[in-house]
């Protein structure tokens, strides 16, 4: 008999894990409230970089996985995995998505089944957000009737080495047998399986690791605004204290961060120790202070750049290489690209931006989609590095820009290049 499983949400989580689990078997239900997205699915159209639109088409063509927008195709589910957005509204978790998908399944929940949440959220959500909601809408009880467990995302987009398969999971439940359930299904689809003494462990681990890399980040992007001011230079320094083979870990100062995760997660951590402890959690506090800054520092080491050119920001031709947050990837959530190019178009620069890999639009008005090509190179004023794709040839940058400001230090050194 064929296993049915539920994902909720086919975003960046949703649709790796369901084209990986209908490829090992499962009969699939990709479910997304956007009509849009799910008609491009069932086109066999991918808008994830790390699902190929082959392995999308042949799991369509094997009739092992079906997007829908229609509630009605969640019944008879074995098992619910949901992978819906946490974002923060006004600075609080907004935890409305989860809730949702948690309301649409609970009706739909029978003895023996198995709802898994995915999304990340601050320890204790499974146990008192998420279960209440399927317990009241079902009349069954989590642990006793149903199975109910937490199974962190680790997606890495654009990481051909550390794929949804290859990267060991996390999994938990909230008792024995949930946990048994949890590992269970995931040791069908993933290499390795973690497990987790409780869901608040792995709710915790989970926002640990992005806070880990959210106050890591800080610290260098800190250090990036003042090193040069102090006659250093901040790559260089890395490059030595990174021969060390025990004791550090390299992080590199950037434009800022974006992505669902550093922006966001860290912050349900430090609201919930605030909203249990009445205690706020200042290192979190502090690095999210920092790295917002960072757009903003980006615009004004720019700005200074072309001033020594004598060239001003307004009526200044500025070309931006890459929209996405992260390298080879088109994803733009909360990239500091965004608010670097609003800050450039509103100082009345002329903006361009080439990136092969963001194809929607992002809603800048004034900001010209362009392809990157030699002209382009040779008729801005400054060109600005925010992504680095591979895809890039940097050594033709290098060659044709007059002036070039590496966010990302990609590009080879010169008497027209500058680094953060």
């Known amino acids: 008999m064929t296993t049915k499983l539920v994902v909720m949400g086919q975003g960046y989580v949703g649709l790796p894990l369901s084209v990986a689990a209908a490829e090992h078997g499962y009969h699939v239900v990709g479910y997304d409230t956007d009509e849009t997205r799910v008609r491009r699915l069932a086109a066999g159209e991918s808008y994830v970089g790390d699902v190929r639109a082959d392995r999308l088409g042949a799991v369509l063509d094997q009739g092992t996985y079906r997007p829908s927008i229609d509630p009605d195709d969640l019944d008879g589910f074995d098992v619910a995995v949901i992978t819906v957005p946490t974002p923060l509204l006004e600075g609080v978790p907004d935890l409305s998505f989860v809730e949702a998908a948690g309301e649409a399944l609970a009706s739909r929940l029978t003895p023996g089944s198995t709802v898994i949440l995915e999304s990340t959220s601050y320890p204790g959500t499974t146990e008192e957000v998420l279960a209440p909601i399927l ?30 398969e290859t990267t060991p999971k996390v999994v938990s439940g909230v008792d024995a047998e949930s946990l048994r359930e949890v590992a269970a299904f995931y040791a069908t689809i993933v290499r390795e399986t973690v497990l987790a003494p409780s869901t608040r462990v792995a709710e915790l681990a989970k926002v640990l690791e992005n806070t880990f890399r959210h106050v890591n980040i800080a610290l260098v992007n800190e250090l990036a605004t003042h090193a040069a001011g102090i006659g250093v230079n901040v790559w260089e320094a890395l490059d030595i204290a990174s021969t060390k083979p025990f004791g550090f870990m390299r992080f590199t100062p950037g434009p800022g961060v974006g992505g669902h995760c550093l922006p966001v997660d860290p912050l349900y951590l430090s609201w919930r120790v605030e909203r249990t402890l009445s205690k706020r959690f200042r290192l979190v506090e502090l690095a999210h202070e920092l790295n917002s800054q960072m757009p903003e520092y980006v615009v004004s080491r720019l700005t200074r750049g072309l001033d020594r050119r004598r060239q001003t920001v307004t009526g200044s031709r500025i070309l931006m290489l890459g929209l996405a947050y992260k390298a080879n990837t088109g994803d733009v959530r909360e990239s500091p690209a965004l608010p670097i190019a609003r800050m450039l178009v509103e100082a009345g620069a002329s903006v361009r931006v080439a990136d092969p890999h963001v194809t929607e639009s992002v809603g800048i008005p004034g900001l010209t989609r362009v392809e990157l090509t030699e002209e382009e190179l040779r008729e801005a004023h400054a060109v600005l590095i925010t992504t680095d794709h591979d895809a890039v040839d940097y050594a033709a940058v290098a060659s044709a820009a007059r002036y070039v400001f590496d966010c990302r230090r990609r590009v080879p050194p010169g008497e027209n290049i500058e680094s953060l």
Not at 143 to 160: A, K, V
């Open 135 to 164: 317990q009241k809408g079902s009349g069954l009880s989590p642990g006793l009737d149903f199975h109910l467990g937490y199974s962190p995302e680790r997606i890495d987009p654009g990481n051909p080495e550390w794929t949804f």
